[in-house]
Every structure is written in C-alpha cells, then in structure tokens.
T-cell receptor, first 115, second 109 residues
Framework: DTGVSQDPRHKITKRGQNVTFRCDPISEHNRLYWYRQTLGQGPEFLTYFQNEAQLEKSRLLSDRFSAERPKGSFSTLEIQRTEQGDSAMYLC?????????????FGPGTRLTVT | RKEVEQDPGPFNVPEGATVAFNCTYSNSASQSFFWYRQDCRKEPKLLMSVYSSGNEDGRFTAQLNRASQYISLLIRDSKLSDSATYLCVVNAGTYKYIFGTGTRLKVLA
C-alpha cells in the first residue's frame, strides 16, 4: 500500500521565482486537500478537490497560488513570484469521503524555503 | 476566539505516567473529530478518530463531550516514543478541517 506521496521533499528558491509541487494521493481516495504549516502552528487549509473539481479555496490562497488536479488523480500546487512569507511546509492530504470516512491521510510534505 | 483551541504545553511527564490533553471547539455543527500525532518536521499521522461513545486503542483513549464542546486524549503508561506534538482536528463539513496548534508532550526517562 502506497500512502500519499509528495515531490519534491525540499525546495529552496529565490524570491520572485515560480515553484510547483506535486501530490499523489492514495489511489482510491477521491478527495484531496492542500495545507500550509508554519513552525508552531497547525496545518492551515488552502484548497480542496473532489475528483478533478476544485470545490473550495481558502482566502489564504492569493492569486499567486494555483492548484490543479487533472483527471482527478495527482495534484499540483504552483506558487508564482514567491515571497519570503511563502516559506513553510506544504502538506497534501487525501480522504476517501465515502459514508462517514472523513479520515485524512497526509503526505510527507514539501518544505519550501524562499531566500 | 479560535475555532479549535489546545494548550500548547509542553507537558513534561516521566515514563509510565498518565497524561491527558483537552481540546475545545467553537462550532457546534462539527461532525467528526480526530487526534493526530506529529513528530518534529514530519507530517501529521492519524492517531485516532473520536466517536461519541468514546474509543480506546491500546494505551490511548479519546472522549467527546458535545455538550461542552471538547474532546480529550488520555495516554496511559507513557513511553519515550510518545514524545511528539498532538494535534486536535475538528471537521465541520466536507472539506472544512480545522486544526489546533497542537500540544507538545515530552516523556522523560
């Protein structure tokens, strides 16, 4: 059984550059979530997909952020014109969403450092 | 008031001790509740879901009190390996998962 995977695990970029992260959810999970976590805080919701449809975006997600989930499988999160405040751990989670199975399973995260 | 509140700790306890954490939530429409464990610089891992009737998994017991809007986690016979941050998570809809800031536990030899 492969869990949620994320790539890359670490990314160091210079301010102003664009970065893209990938998430591969657990194969039978139709729900996919992106979160951002900074030191000492819990994960903060960014966006949610059910299959290929992006159903919700947080106000935290500025217009520099975009996410896609083509074909309802893997997802990508792109940050354009990165800023130092974007430095954080970006976590992807998936859930099956059937019945009352709201349990989320997280990937290992992508740690972004903007210099 | 935060939607989900936890005491950040740290809770420093000796091996073998029993320790309990509480977490309060503000949205009375919340439907599902979870405890996650997070080790330093790692992803959160699901520890247990919390059911209305309470549930137990080995040394871990979770309780839900809807009237007072809090959930609890009890760890018995603490092990060094239990040292981690414990995140309370409240689900108030399909995508709306609210995480607490976590409670740090340090189990001391």
């Amino acid at each position: 059984d492969t869990g949620v995977s994320q790539d890359p695990r670490h990314k160091i970029t210079k301010r102003g550059q664009n970065v893209t992260f990938r998430c591969d959810p657990i194969s039978e999970h139709n729900r996919l979530y992106w979160y951002r976590q900074t030191l000492g805080q819990g994960p903060e919701f960014l966006t949610y997909f059910q299959n290929e449809a992006q159903l919700e975006k947080s106000r935290l997600l500025s217009d520099r952020f975009s996410a896609e989930r083509p074909k309802g499988s893997f997802s990508t999160l792109e940050i354009q014109r990165t800023e130092q405040g974007d430095s954080a751990m970006y976590l992807c989670a998936s859930s099956i969403g059937a019945g009352h199975s709201y349990e989320q399973y997280f990937g290992p995260g992508t740690r972004l450092t903007v210099t | 008031r935060k939607e989900v509140e936890q005491d950040p700790g740290p809770f420093n306890v000796p091996e073998g001790a029993t320790v309990a954490f509480n977490c309060t939530y503000s949205n009375s429409a919340s439907q599902s509740f979870f405890w996650y464990r997070q080790d330093c610089r790692k992803e959160p891992k699901l520890l247990m879901s919390v059911y209305s009737s309470g549930n137990e998994d080995g040394r871990f017991t979770a309780q839900l009190n809807r009237a007072s809007q809090y959930i609890s986690l009890l760890i018995r016979d603490s092990k060094l390996s239990d040292s981690a941050t414990y995140l309370c998570v409240v689900n108030a809809g399909t995508y709306k998962y609210i995480f607490g800031t976590g409670t740090r536990l340090k189990v001391l030899a």
